[in-house]
């Protein structure tokens, strides 16, 4: 079967790749900015002294770890939408920066745990409160470790942002999937979005590296 390619496809609509990829990045930076405070609240709650708090907090983490994203997704805008009016924006953001606060939780707490149980101990012995002490003391040790795993899940959100097609959330993927259903383009188009998310995904990763490579300058 002999296929013929043509290429002219992806020059001839640069625009509507362009706008796309400047959406991905748009709901993705929207959704990581809103699932920083879920997982924080979440993340201190994890390693809470109060049961119920502890509790609430571990069952968020382990639903969102385990149910996968495309359905809740789904349940959010076909869920929530008969309640809220959300639309496809929207409740893609809902559904991304809710997933994405689960695994920041855990980050969070990671990085709480990494500092050493002294600092609070010196803390409330200087006359802090526990919050005062999380706030002040602990929290700006624990950001400085785990900003690179924070920019990291930039990342991850950017790629599962191509799950928002689904619920008609308008990004890279689903400016791709109508134009590819219109010019019967499939292979060019989709090699060409392979190429793009890529391009997105690596730029950040070598961004991080700088960035983990200053703070460890910093701290030596």
Known sequence: MDIQLDWSVIPNNMDVFIQGALLT???????LLLSIPLGVIFGIGRIS???VIRFISSAYVEIMRGVPLLVLLMWIYFGLGQFFSLGSYWGS???LATFSGAFL???VRSGIQAVPKGQMEAARSAGMS??????????PQAF????????????????????ISVIAGVDLTLKAKNLAATSFRYIEIWTFVALVYFIMTFSLSLIIRQIEKRMLKNEQ
């Open 130 to 139: 526990n919050f005062q002490a999380m706030r002040y003391i602990i929290l």
């Open 93 to 95: 953001i809902v559904g």
């Open 49 to 51: 002294r109060n049961p």
């Open 105 to 107: 939780a855990e980050i």
């Open 25 to 31: 990045l748009e709901i993705s930076a929207i959704s």
């Open 144 to 163: 400085r470790r785990i900003l690179p795993p924070m920019a990291s899940q930039f990342i991850i959100l950017i790629k599962d942002s191509s799950l």
